[in-house]
């Protein structure tokens, strides 16, 4: 899956020249619960995309990951763990190219329609949070006016984006209204070292409590049908795959040519 683009957490009444970096309403972070059974609108000239990125097969339960929403100092391991999960082929220079343009993404941030939200969800690994970068900015001859900034290294296991923009839903009514009461997962991605840890289902089932908080109703995603891991994680965790009528014009990620998705959903309990 991929678009819609990564974007931090946003109010319903964001605006584009507002700040993505304000808190979110939920704790800063999530443990993981300790149980058996837990747009890009460009596209570089070349490289190959994988618009489904492997997802760990029969995963195993990791007490270090922690789930919570994404901070300033994940920008550019979000952006790194995005970018070598769908795009693992590109090449100096347009890896790098393809990391900072995340990276700005990120933080610049993206406007969403009133009523509508968006956050960034990050699995941390804690064994990994003691190694940061940490930059002084400032006049150190004044005391007064320093500042520091930390960029994490080495800790972002994996990354999901949900949101209830419905970009990727078809309009209803002659009006061609936004639907709503429907969160969308995007950008799940979980880098390869860190697979086999049941990640990406912790990040789902942290998506599905957001959207539950939002009010929403029901869960979309679209997946690779050649994913078959990706569609069998899906499916395991409840979604059904939706048939498209051949005519429908409903609309999909489009991100590398001749891709083909399968549109899936399920409903989720009222909190």
Partial sequence: MMPPAISLARSPTSSASASPLY?????????????????????????????????????SLSPDILVRDARLEDCWEVADTHCSSFFPDYTFPLDLVLRIDRYIALLSGFSVPPGCM?????????????????????????ADFQEKHGLSKASIAGILTVDTVADYLPRRGPLKQRRTGIAYIANVAVRKEERRKGIAKMLVAE????????????????CDVNNIAALRLY???????????????????????????NFMMKLVPKM
């Fill in 207 to 222: 998506a599905e409590e957001r959207a539950k908080s939002w009010g929403c109703r029901s869960m979309a995603l679209h």
């Fill in 235 to 261: 499916k395991n965790l409840g979604y059904k795959c939706i048939r498209v009528p051949e005519d429908a014009k409903w609309p999909e990620p489009k991100i590398a040519k001749g891709v083909r998705y």
């Fill in 23 to 59: 808190p979110v309403r939920r704790s800063a972070a999530v443990a993981v619960r300790h149980h058996r059974c837990p747009s890009f609108a460009a596209k570089p000239a070349a490289g190959v995309c994988c618009a489904s990125p492997a997802v760990e097969l029969l995963p």
């Fill in 118 to 142: 968006r956050t960034c969800i990050v699995a941390v690994n804690s064994n990994s949070l003691s190694r940061s970068i940490s930059i002084e900015c400032g006049d150190l001859r004044d």
